[in-house]
């Protein structure tokens, strides 16, 4: 939320416990919800974010569509360690999933070159935000306009 400079709260409640694969993946499907709700009919609305996100050792190349088609692209290497001690590092490509396929987005993300677990992931996440912030900004030139040729998104 801070860095897509949206007022956001979330809390989540899980079965962490055992893993956090069911609370990563139904908080990823709340935002995108929450999301796509949010965005109404995305008058005005910039509609692509994207760039490259460093963090440390890592950069992170995030591209993405507000185009009411949802789709995933993730790339990054396999076989990655966990976060910490209990977040298993492919939570990260389940929570974009879920993110993206609720909220309606075109995703593409890849993580060009890493090697801290937590610098990828947190990379990851501020490039979201970022492309997120810049997609849904009001494009003052078409502030009252679906940016679609069809209209409607």
Do not use: C
């Not at 899980?14 to 995108?32: K, P, Q, R």
């Not at 929450?34 to 965005?39: I, M, T, Y």
């Not at 009919?41 to 993405?64: C, Q």
């Amino acid at each position: 939320a801070k860095h897509g400079r949206f007022d956001l709260t979330v809390k989540a409640v899980g079965d962490i416990e055992i893993d956090y694969h069911h609370t990563v993946e139904d908080t990823g499907i709340a935002l995108g919800r929450a999301f796509h709700e949010a965005l109404g009919e995305k008058r005005g609305i910039f509609r692509y974010g994207s760039g490259h996100f460093p963090m440390d050792e890592t950069l992170v190349r995030v591209a993405l569509d507000v185009s009411g088609r949802p789709f995933l692209d993730y790339r990054g290497p396999e076989g990655v360690p966990h976060v910490g001690e209990k977040f298993n590092f492919t939570l990260v490509e389940e929570f974009l999933r879920a993110f993206a396929f609720h909220a309606l987005v075109n995703l593409h993300v890849e993580i060009l070159y890493g090697r801290d677990p937590h610098h990828m992931a947190e990379a990851v996440f501020k490039g979201l935000a970022r492309s997120l912030d810049a997609a849904t900004q009001i494009d003052p030139r078409i502030a009252d306009d679906i940016p679609s040729t069809k209209n409607v998104l």
